[in-house]
């Protein structure tokens, strides 16, 4: 019996030997695999004047991402969302603690449509009002001037003053989206 157990005890030594030997041999083949780190940024190429566009990555990560901008002065940029605000040209940066990726993001013009409401005929020394509506929500200034100061002056707020007989056209712009009206 003791001699049948102590060769049951080897053969079981040489299981166990063989069984560590195979564990560390899969440790080592794993351990050589290379982690790839890398990801795509994905959105849009182009953001309009004073709007958003939302920039992920094509893979998730367990640590916050930093998004950067190359110029703030045209776009910013925070948790992917990217705010256009002035014309141009920016590089958007996501950056993880292993890799960084950027995408070229093209701030355009906003579209906005104007319309100038009011009278079509003042009368001499007559002051009024002129009214503007836009097609959507701006920050940017709002420009009156007249074809003819010395016929019809306009102040900032639309307000204008009949001086002389005659014809002028007033203009109201917002950015570069300008409207006429024939006074």
Known sequence: FFILHNEIGEYMKKIL???????????????????????????????????????????????????SSSDESIAVVE??????KNTGEVIIT??????????????????????IIGKTELTINEEYTFKHELSKETSKTILWSSSDDSILSINEDGTAK????GTVTISCKVGQNESYFEV
């Open 94 to 115: 996501a950056k993880t603690s292993n890799h960084s990726e950027t995408k070229k993001i093209t701030v355009t013009p906003s579209i906005i449509e104007v319309t």
């Open 79 to 84: 948790d992917g969302i990217v705010y256009g």
């Open 17 to 67: 030997i063989c069984f560590m030997l195979l564990c560390s041999i899969l440790l080592l083949v794993n351990c050589n695999q290379q982690v790839d780190y890398s990801f795509k940024i994905i959105g849009e190429n182009e953001v309009e004047e004073e709007c958003s566009i939302l920039l992920t990555t094509d893979k998730t990560f367990d640590e916050t991402i930093k998004w």
């Open 162 to 165: 009949a001086l002389k007989e």
